[in-house]
């Protein structure tokens, strides 16, 4: 949109598309890290046994 209205040139915007598909592949790649993690966050913690 930003390109369509004339903000950024279209080389800035090839370069920030880029920049957001690594992003995103980066936090797709972290999220399935932590799918198969051991390490789970509070409310997967049982309450010890007395």
């Known amino acids: ?3 369509d209205l004339g903000y950024i040139e ?3 915007c ?3 598309v ?8 980066m936090i797709s790649n ?3 890290f932590l ?5 789970k966050g509070v409310k997967y913690k049982k309450p010890p046994a007395n």
């Open 18 to 25: 880029n920049v957001f598909k690594n992003l995103s592949r």
């Open 1 to 3: 949109m930003a390109l």
């Open 14 to 16: 090839e370069a920030l």
């Open 10 to 12: 279209k080389e800035k």
């Open 30 to 32: 972290f999220i399935k």
């Open 35 to 39: 799918k198969n993690s051991d390490l």
